[in-house]
């Protein structure tokens, strides 16, 4: 069976929060029940088996609607108490109950974390000058990787925190604490065990007390407990809708929470509220402010208010900014946004994850939003100077995980040009709004800052950054990639030849069939070291991914092969029999070097005796 990991809830995020090409939309509901059929005729054209939906206008709840079926066995409805799993929205209460801690003054957002945990390892090379604070675990600028694969499959409700801490290790950051964001589900659980080592308690009962009870959210379980499991919807892969079994995952602060949609609703409530909800107070207007607002990355130094913030994302991308967080887990999916300047939110909760679900949000917000008056821009002056330094070709610096940043050295190009004051970047026109600031156009907010620093012209966003690549690295690199392809190529077509030559007998007096078929071999095993990863990546099935497989072994064996069939060829090549003609040593040895060429490459990057569950 497939099991869908609940870091999945990074590519939800990114889906609704950062897209960077919008898809046709259909036309915007001008009312409650013309939303309803929208929504309704979304989901079932996606076969999504059952959801729920929660829209709240002027701060209070208008519509709760149900769709479909909990469980498709029995047909047994949603209904009001039915409870989805909220995924990774687990991080925004994990952020809030930090704050709680911030505000009695017990916590500080700029405190160690070697100092809160100091049994916890975190090898950072900048520590003497950039330490990883736990403002950077809630924002995700510490440079961690995501968890690896194999962490997807760790369960234990019974689990302690303290352990599971260790469980998901080891941690190191990958750059500069503090510069750049990049989702990893690490720092959360880091995070909740902060929220035990101060408060004496174990996380979820810490939440219990000082959220989720008081708030009236009666459903809420961050673990399977027999009162919650009779009344947890099944769920169901997308597409096929082969049922999803439940990870009861120890990882809780990250992505374990479970509850109904109503009572998730409760949290765009309280901070539409500002930290008051029902006449109680959970915390003040100014934390509220900070749980939105990023301060942990160069883009938010820079002037860019909007990003990943505490656990809680913005959305600049319509008339009005919307805040929340998405999330994803064994066949659920879920999704919950409000904006303050219009007193709006909503919640969707689905039993299985189509990316249409999203979509059927979408049509929400755009319902809440369709008496806002467009936003209007004014682009301000940008210098010729500033054109020219800024224009050029990018690439991510940014990838979720350090496996991906040997494809994306050489494969993932960005181009940034300049139209009058506007920048032209990843199918978008951006306006310049001033200090390096710009909006796109028709989006609430600026969404992108250029950053010049001392090693180059820095495109980050709220959830991302790009580097600008300079002229000889960018040739160098095309030109890399497009030789080992015409090697590749044409090792192959010359082994239509000499495979030939070999079964007639004809290459004994010609140098031997090793001279031939070693650097042919050593070729397609590093070519196979850079591919079968990328295609094992490409099915997202834990299966094979999170556990050690045959083809998770067979990955291990060629990337090691690869080398060693290199360094073989390579001598063979040098030292070629005497009766061995010239092309063919020119062929052996031209081969042997781009192999060794690529496995340098992908050694650099630790694609070289790779086991995948472990990236």
Known sequence: MKVRSWAAAALVALAVFATDVCRAQPATPQSLSELDTAVAEVLADARVPGAALIVIENGRVVFRRNYGVADRAT???????????????????????????????????????????????????????????????LEHTAGLDDIAFRHYWLEGRDVPLSDAVGLYGPYQSRWRPGTRTSYSNAGPIMAGRVIETVSGERFQDFMARRLTTPMGMTSASWTLTPEMAVRLSRSYRAGDLTEERFMDIPGR???????????????????????????????????ARRIETPAGSNAARAGLDYGYALGNVADTQGRVVFHGHDGSIDGFVATYAYAPQIGAAYVL??????????????????????????????????????????????????????????????????GASFE?????????????????????EGDAAPGLAIIETSTGVRIQSGIGAHRRVPGPEMSAKIASVALFTFGLLSALAYACLWALSALMGRLKSRGGLALRLLPFLAILFSAAAALAPLALLATDDLTVLGRPSVAGWSIFAISLAAPILAVVALAKGVTPPGDANRVSRIFAVSCALLACAACLYLAFHGWIGLRIWNA
Do not use: C
């Open 75 to 137: 047909q047994a409805p949603v209904v009001d108490g039915t409870v989805f799993r909220a995924g990774s929205i687990s991080k925004s209460f994990t952020a809030i109950g930090v704050m709680t801690l911030v505000e009695e003054g017990r916590l500080s957002l700029d405190a160690e974390v070697a100092d809160l945990l100091p049994d916890l390892s975190i090898r950072n090379p900048w520590r003497g000058t950039d330490p990883v604070r736990l403002v950077h675990l």
């Open 253 to 287: 602060p990250s992505g374990s929470l479970n509850l109904t949609a109503s009572d998730l609703a409760r949290l765009p409530l309280l901070m539409l509220g500002r930290g008051t909800l029902d006449g109680v107070t959970y915390f003040s207007p100014a934390t």
């Open 349 to 414: 909760m689905a039993n299985s994850p189509a990316g249409e679900v999203l979509d059927a949000a979408g049509l929400v917000r755009r319902y809440l939003e369709r008496q806002v008056a467009p936003p209007v821009v004014v682009a301000q002056p940008i210098s010729e100077r500033n054109r020219r330094a800024w224009a050029g070709q990018y690439q991510t610096m940014t990838p979720r995980r350090r496996l991906l940043a040997a494809l994306v050295g050489l494969t993932q190009w960005e």
């Open 420 to 440: 009058s004051d506007a920048l032209l970047f990843k199918g978008r026109r951006w306006l310049h709004v001033g200090e390096g600031l710009f909006q796109a």
